[in-house]
């Protein structure tokens, strides 16, 4: 036995040796060569150089039979690759299928693809600061920034991709609209069209960051996971189910970024320490950058009714560019669209039903011949509006010569009044009264108490995290068609609403909300929503019977009641007038329907809690600095409508 178990050592040993000296070869090629002959496009990978000798990494995909094509460019801090690389297939338009490629438009217009990740992020070398402000200004000392990198981009694709034309358009949403925008401000020659979709413009005075001074605390998340790491490798935890608990137990939106790491991110420190509208947010601010220089690039702004993330963006920049529009040049389409949903099946939103594939129609009828017409030789011109504005209500697209308007001819834009009054009601008149100054009733006024402790939730409870994922009940990208009869049944949310409508009442423009309202306390918030009420059964699809529909609401913070710079303490008890715009709108209140406003002091956990005892920053509030207050809104009190004087046909 023993002489056995000796002779298996030995053996053993022999071949562990054998073995040491014969190691098994890997079966690893050195570089595996993908046999990609039968693809029907080409792809090359490139590090472009800028004028600082930072390399940007591009990914160009060349449609194989490709011949003296146009370029459609997309700069995004979202990754290059990834988003040349939605599938795993040998066909352009399969692989290219996702965010912001439109592989419908690409296809179709046989179009050379170029994603380019911005400098800082994913394969890119550099710097990453967010919407990095223009070069040479108190906020840049460096000479390089979006415009500039869009320059050195374009200048050497013109020269190194021998299948081109030699002719640029540059497209992208959100982040990626925000560098459109950039390209504009000092154009290479060979930019020859920019479509900018939702853009992030001025993240103070309506896109990601505040509206109105109220800070947007879901997105936390983001400025943490897009600053901390080049390749997005850090990532936001969940501790709760409901988003509501996360940031109601953390208290302010400083504690909840103290705790989960926020703080090392550059770009928060920057957000904490300009909680007003100083010259931080003003030299960003891209509409009014735009607004010194004549446009001359053929731009198509693209807008979303009902955008979660950057409804301020395209009209602003529209409204900024087309006084400086002498030669036609500045088009505007606004569909019922949320963040990005141009992209896919514009068909519905939520519950609501738009009779038609919106996006398939915008990306056919209005995008395709508007990039071919201006990137490709021989193309006609785009026969297109030049504003396209889809009417929600009658769910019917509308061609006009320019926005806000009703109608190409024979009507008109007035302003008329939704005043509040006693009992809840809501009347619609013609006038617009003088503006507010002291209550021409002193007892007539709707008061609540808003508490700090028990905010009016945003949507109905519970809250999944911020997220894009339906199957985890993560419909953010939605929430702004979602039923308001949730916050209507609330002691704290005040309600008006006029009786049942017997002719449409169509409006196109910003409504203006006109407060005359007492706080008990020395800051407040003020939310007003203007909603479009359904009738009580619907045969047609019952589950909207009495649905209370967002057409425009906001929010504004009181302590900047008399300058956005500058923040102030509120008298307490004392009716002061507030006057703020809501997001465009371009809607039609069916007979039937009525009309309803609602009016709270909080909407949370989208923005962070007004503590309602004025601090220094809300964001470094202390927990004793929260307490309730007494909210008192005069019958004073309007909306101003942009009614349009028109027959709805």
Same mark, same amino acid.
């Given at each position: 036995?023993?002489?056995?178990?000796?002779?298996?050592?030995?053996?053993?040993?022999?071949?562990?040796?054998?073995?040491?000296? +014969?190691?098994?070869?890997?079966?690893?090629?050195?570089?595996?060569?993908?046999?990609?002959?039968?693809?029907?496009?080409?792809?090359?990978?490139?590090?472009?150089?800028?004028?600082?000798?930072?390399?940007?990494?591009?990914?160009?995909?060349?449609?194989?039979?490709?011949?003296?094509?146009?370029?459609?460019?997309?700069?995004?801090?979202?990754?290059?690759?990834?988003?040349?690389?939605?599938?795993?297939?040998?066909?352009?338009?399969?692989?290219?299928?996702?965010?912001?490629?439109?592989?419908?438009?690409?296809?179709?217009?046989?179009?050379?693809?170029?994603?380019?990740?911005?400098?800082?992020?994913?394969?890119?070398?550099?710097?990453?600061?967010?919407?990095?402000?223009?070069?040479?200004?108190?906020? +840049?000392?460096?000479?390089?920034?979006?415009?500039?990198?869009?320059?050195?981009?374009?200048?050497?694709?013109? &020269?190194?991709?021998?299948?081109?034309?030699?002719?640029?358009?540059?497209?992208?949403?959100?982040?990626?609209?925000?560098?459109?925008?950039?390209?504009?401000?000092?154009?290479?020659?060979?930019? &020859?069209?920019?479509?900018?979709?939702?853009?992030?413009?001025?993240?103070?005075?309506?896109?990601?960051?505040?509206?109105?001074?109220?800070?947007?605390?879901?997105?936390?998340?983001?400025?943490?996971?897009?600053?901390?790491?080049?390749?997005?490798?850090?990532?936001?935890?969940?501790?709760?189910?409901?988003?509501?608990?996360?940031?109601?137990?953390?208290?302010?939106?400083?504690?909840?970024?103290?705790?989960?790491?926020?703080?090392?991110?550059?770009?928060?420190?920057?957000?904490?320490?300009?909680?007003?509208?100083?010259?931080?947010?003003?030299?960003?601010?891209?509409?009014?950058?735009?607004?010194?220089?004549?446009?001359?690039?053929?731009?198509?702004?693209?807008?979303?009714?009902?955008?979660?993330?950057?409804?301020?963006?395209?009209?602003?920049?529209?409204?900024?560019?087309?006084?400086?529009?002498?030669?036609?040049?500045?088009?505007?389409?606004?569909?019922?669209?949320?963040?990005?949903?141009?992209?896919?099946?514009?068909?519905?939103?939520?519950?609501?039903?738009? $009779?038609?594939?919106?996006?398939?129609?915008?990306?056919?009828?209005?995008?395709?011949?508007?990039?071919?017409?201006?990137?490709?030789?021989?193309?006609?011109?785009?026969?297109?509006?030049?504003?396209?504005?889809?009417?929600?209500?009658? +769910?019917?697209?509308?061609?006009?010569?320019?926005?806000?308007?009703?109608?190409?001819?024979?009507?008109?834009?007035?302003?008329?009044?939704?005043?509040?009054?006693?009992?809840?009601?809501?009347?619609?008149?013609?006038?617009?009264?003088?503006?507010?100054?002291?209550? $021409?009733?002193?007892?007539?006024?709707?008061?609540?108490?808003?508490?700090?402790?028990?905010?009016?939730?945003?949507?109905?409870?519970?809250?999944?995290?911020?997220?894009?994922?339906?199957?985890?009940?993560?419909?953010?990208?939605?929430?702004?068609?979602?039923?308001?009869?949730?916050?209507?049944?609330?002691?704290?949310?005040?309600?008006?609403?006029?009786?049942?409508?017997?002719?449409?009442?169509?409006?196109?423009?910003?409504?203006?909300?006109?407060?005359?309202?007492?706080?008990?306390?020395?800051?407040?918030?003020?939310?007003?929503?203007?909603?479009?009420?359904?009738?009580?059964?619907?045969?047609?699809?019952?589950?909207?019977?009495?649905?209370?529909?967002?057409?425009?609401?906001?929010?504004?913070?009181?302590?900047?009641?008399?300058?956005?710079?500058?923040?102030?303490?509120?008298?307490?008890?004392?009716?002061?007038?507030?006057?703020?715009?809501?997001?465009?709108?371009?809607?039609?209140?069916?007979?039937?329907?009525?009309?309803?406003?609602?009016?709270?002091?909080?909407?949370?956990?989208?923005?962070?809690?007004?503590?309602?005892?004025?601090?220094? +920053?809300?964001?470094?509030?202390?927990?004793?600095?929260?307490?309730?207050?007494?909210?008192?809104?005069?019958?004073?009190?309007?909306?101003?409508?942009?009614?349009?004087?028109?027959?709805?046909?």
């Amino acid at each position: 036995m023993k002489k056995t178990a000796l002779a298996l050592a030995v053996l053993a040993s022999v071949f562990l040796a054998a073995h040491a000296q +014969n190691p098994l070869p890997s079966e690893t090629p050195d570089e595996f060569k993908a046999p990609v002959d039968s693809f029907d496009y080409i792809k090359r990978s490139v590090m472009i150089p800028m004028r600082d000798g930072v390399k940007l990494n591009t990914v160009i995909v060349i449609p194989r039979k490709a011949r003296n094509a146009p370029m459609l460019l997309t700069r995004t801090p979202y990754n290059a690759a990834d988003m040349t690389n939605h599938a795993e297939s040998s066909q352009m338009d399969v692989m290219l299928q996702g965010y912001d490629n439109l592989p419908d438009v690409i296809g179709k217009g046989g179009y050379i693809r170029v994603v380019q990740d911005v400098r800082g992020k994913y394969g890119s070398e550099g710097d990453y600061v967010m919407n990095r402000p223009m070069a040479g200004s108190a906020f +840049n000392a460096s000479q390089v920034d979006h415009s500039t990198d869009a320059w050195d981009t374009i200048e050497w694709l013109t &020269k190194n991709v021998p299948e081109s034309n030699g002719k640029v358009g540059i497209i992208g949403g959100s982040y990626d609209g925000f560098t459109p925008l950039m390209a504009l401000v000092n154009p290479h020659p060979a930019l &020859k069209v920019a479509v900018p979709m939702n853009p992030m413009v001025d993240g103070w005075r309506g896109d990601d960051w505040f509206h109105h001074g109220a800070f947007r605390q879901v997105n936390l998340a983001y400025i943490m996971e897009q600053v901390v790491t080049r390749r997005n490798d850090a990532h936001w935890f969940t501790s709760h189910y409901d988003d509501y608990d996360v940031f109601l137990r953390a208290g302010s939106a400083g504690e909840l970024a103290r705790q989960r790491g926020v703080e090392q991110s550059g770009f928060w420190r920057k957000v904490a320490a300009h909680p007003a509208y100083d010259s931080f947010w003003q030299s960003q601010a891209v509409d009014q950058i735009l607004a010194k220089q004549p446009v001359t690039v053929p731009t198509l702004l693209v807008h979303g009714l009902w955008d979660a993330e950057d409804i301020y963006g395209a009209i602003a920049v529209y409204k900024a560019i087309k006084p400086n529009d002498k030669d036609n040049k500045v088009f505007l389409v606004m569909g019922p669209w949320n963040h990005g949903g141009q992209d896919g099946d514009g068909s519905s939103l939520g519950p609501v039903k738009f $009779s038609s594939d919106t996006g398939l129609h915008f990306r056919e009828e209005i995008l395709l011949p508007f990039l071919d017409s201006y990137l490709k030789d021989d193309a006609p011109a785009a026969k297109i509006a030049p504003v396209t504005a889809f009417e929600t209500g009658t +769910n019917k697209w509308r061609a006009l010569d320019t926005w806000p308007a009703g109608c190409t001819t024979g009507c008109a834009i007035a302003p008329a009044t939704l005043r509040l009054g006693a009992n809840a009601k809501l009347n619609l008149t013609n006038s617009v009264p003088a503006p507010l100054n002291a209550p $021409s009733q002193k007892n007539a006024y709707d008061e609540y108490i808003s508490d700090p402790a028990k905010p009016v939730p945003y949507r109905q409870r519970p809250i999944p995290q911020f997220g894009y994922d339906e199957a985890k009940g993560q419909t953010w990208p939605r929430w702004l068609v979602d039923d308001q009869r949730e916050a209507s049944g609330r002691t704290d949310v005040l309600t008006y609403t006029t009786g049942v409508l017997s002719a449409p009442v169509k409006i196109s423009g910003e409504p203006i909300a006109n407060l005359l309202a007492s706080t008990s306390g020395t800051d407040a918030d003020w939310v007003v929503k203007l909603i479009d009420v359904y009738p009580d059964q619907v045969a047609a699809q019952p589950a909207m019977g009495g649905y209370q529909l967002m057409v425009s609401a906001d929010i504004f913070r009181g302590r900047y009641r008399e300058s956005w710079a500058t923040a102030k303490p509120i008298v307490a008890n004392a009716p002061l007038p507030y006057r703020f715009s809501l997001p465009t709108a371009n809607h039609v209140f069916l007979p039937g329907h009525r009309i309803m406003v609602q009016i709270q002091s909080s909407w949370f956990p989208l923005y962070d809690r007004n503590p309602q005892t004025f601090v220094q +920053n809300i964001f470094y509030a202390q927990p004793a600095d929260y307490k309730k207050a007494t909210q008192r809104i005069y019958h004073d009190s309007y909306i101003e409508l942009p009614l349009v004087g028109a027959t709805v046909k």
